[in-house]
């Protein structure tokens, strides 16, 4: 059985309890074992982290100390998959770069806040995450990220719809939902989330979280069956 740690806290405001408890759900629906934390201690020992298929991250802001980080950088560079959304992985920890540097961006803005109505545009054919999905509409915060040029972007958002001062720009096409990858792990991340129950009133958002989880977590299994090390990637790693 594929196992799975969700860990969820820091601000209240993105329901971290209850979007935890979803990813989880769905996980258990898909034959995962799976564990809940709230805290970072799980993160504690890095040779438990790695027999790990998939950590998802629920954890708006706050600090997570550089052993835990390390760990979890380390964990998902040896396979582990790695996937979250919104603030709940990239708006986390902001001042860990390299954090940031392996989900593949950070959130800086979300002009208008809250229920501003966009459409999620689908890059179709760029992934099986994406398969027979629709552009579809999102009444929810309208993201703004600074993004990593190597992620595979899957779905985008036009942007402005509202006047703030980057309207003076010309209009920009924000990655909305990617992939990237981090050594021999998988990154998935969905800028949809804010509240747990945009995943009930947009369920296309929901099958991609579902599919992207199962995504990051299948990249577990090619490294164990063809016995990838992480060798060529830790010769040269400058963490912390």
């Not at 582990?80 to 708006?91: E, P, Q």
């Not at 920890?93 to 208008?112: A, L």
């Not at 991340?189 to 977590?217: K, Q």
Request: glycine letters at 10%.
């Amino acid at each position: 059985m594929k196992k799975a740690l969700i860990f969820w806290g820091g601000w209240d405001g993105h329901e971290p309890q209850l979007t935890s408890k979803r990813f989880g759900r769905i996980l258990e629906e898909e034959n995962f074992a799976v564990e809940i934390y709230d805290n970072h201690e799980c993160f504690e020992d890095l040779e438990k982290l790695k027999e790990l298929d998939l950590i998802v991250a629920c954890w708006t802001g706050g600090h997570m100390e550089g052993k835990y980080s390390r760990n979890v950088a380390r964990a998902v560079g040896h396979g582990v998959g790695l996937a979250g959304c919104h603030g709940g992985m990239c708006d986390s920890f902001r001042n860990d770069t390299e954090w940031q540097f392996m989900t593949g961006g950070q959130w800086v803005s979300h002009p208008g806040g809250d229920g501003v109505e966009y459409i999620v545009n689908v890059n179709h054919g760029s992934s099986p995450i994406i398969e027979g999905i629709a552009d579809f509409t999102v009444k929810s915060e309208h993201y703004y990220l600074h993004v990593d040029p190597s992620i595979e972007v899957l779905a985008t958002t036009r942007f402005p719809l509202i006047t703030y001062f980057h309207a003076s720009n010309k209009p920009v096409d924000m990655p909305t939902v990617w992939t990237k990858y981090w050594g021999n792990g998988r990154v998935f991340y969905t800028a949809l989330g804010h509240h747990d129950d945009v995943f009930d009133n947009s369920p296309s958002a929901e099958v991609i979280m579902r599919r992207g989880m199962l995504w990051a977590a299948e990249g577990r299994q090619i490294v164990r069956d063809n016995n990838l090390t992480t060798e060529r990637f830790e010769n040269n790693a400058k963490m912390y």
